[in-house]
């Protein structure tokens, strides 16, 4: 007879053979093997950058682990301008504690970061970015170590209402939208935005505005939006013809003269006197757009939280891209960059770095996940599958459109080469000097000639010259 013994011992065995078929039965090998597994046992830790978006990345986190069980994300985010001290002590940990996923701010962020940043060549992240935007990414020699989640976009944003209420005018430069399409395929050129812009600075009392253009204001809340960022347009085209893709020691005057043709038309048809300048500021633009006094106003998809609270309706806003004459304009888009680059620990353990890749697949793949950056961040999101989720922001929505457009190219952010804060004041300096020796704007004299001369040798020379402090070893 068998003993008591081997009985239960027989009895064991039956058991766990039962309780595994009743495992696979049930689905819970899949569970296990597809879900459980999926992160290894690693962690995702995600030091986020944006406090704004903090609660969201918490229900985005959450939502996450109910289709993965026994996903472990823990989100951190650093109080505003505490980013780099809070990320510098937190990679002191060991590897299964460390920040997995982290951003910089690009090249120069990287310098600071730089053994901390994985090959992303093979990632996700970088994948599955469009391929307009795979020369945005940071990279070092052949190695990508940074990849941008999201871009910001600016041009020049136009009233919708004003201009149809201009296209409607007896001999106007543009047509009706019904007749001739959507304002932005009817202006594609520097020759055809000043056709359109001088006409309405002739016709303002006709049409009730106090200018083409709201004020290029000389103030240090307005002036960036010259020095910097329409600095930025002639210097992509130089970029671009010389294939340069790095920040140089020198540049050459290419453009700079195409920089002068849409300053000059910032200038001569506008709200504001070019006596009154240099104390214009960002708010009184603003105003003068949001109030209907300007049809147009130089500025990017962030600006529509001031335009909004200031009444402007989502419907009356649009964007076209800067034209300043150059050749094959026609092809480009708005200027897309970005400053936010989403970059995995290299030190991170293995478990820990696989997590974060499978979580990143998920956030880029799923409906969730896109529609979570897109619609609750707010993101224009250069990675594939976004098109065609819609987004609150106006201007957002202009650039995500486009970004839809086979036939434009982006005009890439080079400013991010600028050699140093100096550099951008001079040319700043120079610009408002030139405007003043207009004296009515955009006046070819002697005077405005010569002074155009010296915004040629600051953003030439001073070039040089900053680069090379910059870079001094002493």
């Known amino acids: 007879?068998?003993?008591?013994?081997?009985?239960?011992?027989?009895?064991?065995?039956?058991?766990?053979?039962?309780?595994?078929?009743?495992?696979?039965?049930?689905?819970?090998?899949?569970?296990?093997?597809?879900?459980?597994?999926?992160s290894a046992g690693g962690k995702v830790i995600f030091f986020n950058f944006k406090p704004e978006g903090k609660d969201i990345w918490l229900d985005i986190a959450n939502e996450y682990k109910k289709y993965h069980p026994g996903?472990?994300?823990?989100?951190?985010?650093?109080?505003?301008?505490?980013?780099?001290?809070?990320?510098?002590?937190?990679?002191?940990?060991?590897?299964?504690?460390?920040?997995t996923l982290f951003q910089i701010n690009g090249p120069v962020g990287y310098a600071n970061w730089k053994k901390y940043t994985a090959d992303l060549t093979d990632s996700i992240l970088y994948r599955n970015l469009s391929d307009k935007y795979k020369d945005y990414a940071v990279k070092d020699g052949n190695k990508v170590v940074g990849v941008p989640y999201v871009t910001e976009n600016y041009g020049l944003i136009y009233n919708k209402a004003l201009l149809a209420r201009y296209a409607d005018l007896h001999n106007s430069k543009l047509k009706p939208e019904e007749d001739g399409g959507p304002f932005e395929d009817q202006i594609t050129s520097f020759k055809k935005l000043k056709e359109v812009a001088d006409d309405i600075q002739k016709r303002k009392d006709e049409l009730g505005v106090d200018g083409a253009f709201t004020?290029?204001?000389?103030?240090?809340?307005?002036?960036?939006?010259?020095?910097?960022?329409?600095?930025?347009?002639?210097?992509?085209?130089?970029?671009t013809k010389y294939g340069i893709n790095s920040q140089p020691a020198s540049i050459k005057s290419d453009y700079v003269d195409n920089y002068r043709k849409i300053f000059d038309l910032y200038i001569s048809d506008s709200t504001t006197p070019v006596n009154q300048l240099s104390t214009k500021t960002g708010e009184d633009a603003v105003y003068e757009f949001a109030l209907g006094k300007a049809v147009f106003y130089q500025n990017?998809?962030?600006?529509?939280?001031?335009?909004?609270?200031?009444?402007?309706?989502?419907?009356?806003?649009?964007?076209?891209?800067?034209?300043?004459?150059?050749?094959?304009?026609?092809?480009h888009g708005l200027a897309a960059g970005s400053e936010n680059y989403w970059c995995i620990n290299e030190k991170a353990s293995p478990a820990n770095k696989k997590a974060t890749e499978d979580f990143l697949k998920w956030l880029l793949t799923s409906d969730?996940?896109?529609?979570?950056?897109?619609?609750?961040?707010?993101?224009?999101?250069?990675?594939?599958?976004?098109?065609?989720?819609?987004?609150?922001?106006?201007?957002?929505?202009?650039?995500?459109?486009?970004?839809?457009?086979?036939?434009?190219?982006?005009?890439?952010?080079?400013?991010?080469?600028?050699?140093?804060?100096?550099?951008?004041?001079?040319?700043?300096?120079?610009?408002?000097?030139?405007?003043?020796?207009?004296?009515?704007?955009?006046?070819?004299?002697?005077?405005?000639?010569?002074?155009?001369a010296k915004v040629k040798t600051a953003f030439v020379d001073g070039w040089a010259k900053e680069y090379a402090i910059a870079h001094s070893k002493s």
């Open 71 to 99: 996903a472990d994300i823990d989100v951190k985010t650093p109080q505003s301008g505490q980013y780099e001290d809070e990320l510098r002590a937190a990679v002191r940990s060991n590897p299964d504690a460390m920040p």
């Open 215 to 239: 004020s290029a204001g000389f103030d240090s809340s307005s002036d960036w939006r010259f020095k910097t960022h329409l600095a930025n347009i002639p210097l992509y085209y130089q970029f």
């Open 300 to 331: 990017g998809t962030w600006a529509w939280g001031d335009l909004s609270k200031a009444g402007i309706k989502p419907d009356d806003v649009g964007m076209l891209p800067i034209y300043i004459g150059a050749s094959g304009e026609e092809n």
């Open 368 to 452: 969730y996940g896109k529609r979570a950056l897109a619609e609750k961040m707010g993101f224009v999101t250069p990675f594939e599958g976004f098109s065609k989720i819609k987004v609150d922001n106006p201007l957002n929505q202009a650039a995500v459109e486009y970004a839809n457009k086979e036939d434009k190219k982006p005009v890439k952010w080079v400013f991010v080469t600028m050699p140093s804060n100096g550099w951008k004041d001079d040319v700043g300096s120079s610009l408002l000097t030139y405007a003043q020796a207009t004296k009515d704007g955009g006046v070819q004299s002697k005077e405005a000639n010569e002074a155009w």
């Open 1 to 38: 007879m068998m003993s008591r013994a081997i009985k239960s011992v027989i009895a064991l065995v039956v058991c766990a053979v039962l309780a595994a078929c009743a495992f696979a039965a049930f689905g819970f090998s899949k569970s296990f093997g597809a879900y459980a597994n999926r």
